[in-house]
């Protein structure tokens, strides 16, 4: 049974930091892709962030770009997106997403993952 659980939302001003994290099960933390996606009242599930089994491969969505930085720390198997300068726009339920297939084209589209997490909630305050 693959499980993922996400940590560390919670309530911050705008232009505030947010440093989120999910722990997988260990016998699947090597083997896959992760990412971090995103879902707003009434709008739909959006990616943000991917990582890739070896860690130095990362992709982010546009709107994140130098803002949000996605890792991993395979000895713990968890990984982590720091967010800084947010934004009322950021302000979504978090969730982190595991087996991602890898393919360059599809690595932020929700579809392409297997497992989820319960996600974790992010708001930001002007």
């Known amino acids: 049974q693959v499980q993922l659980m996400e940590s560390g939302g919670g309530s911050v001003q705008a232009g505030g930091s947010l440093t989120l994290s999910c722990a997988s099960s260990?016998?699947?933390?090597?083997?896959?892709?992760m990412g971090w996606f995103r879902q707003a009242p009434g709008k739909e599930r959006e990616g943000v962030a991917a990582?890739?089994?070896?860690?130095?491969?990362?992709h982010y969505a546009d709107f994140v770009k130098g803002r949000f930085t996605i890792t991993r720390d395979n000895a713990k198997n968890t990984i982590y997106l720091r967010m800084d300068s947010l934004q009322p726009e950021d302000t979504a339920m978090y969730y982190c997403?595991?087996?991602?297939?890898?393919?360059?084209?599809?690595?932020?589209?929700?579809?392409?993952?297997?497992?989820w997490g319960q996600g974790t909630q992010v708001t930001v305050s002007s």
């Open positions: 997403a595991a087996d991602g297939s890898g393919d360059y084209q599809r690595v932020l589209s929700p579809s392409d993952y297997r497992y």
């Open positions: 260990g016998s699947i933390y090597r083997s896959y892709v």
């Open positions: 990582i890739y089994t070896g860690g130095s491969n990362t």
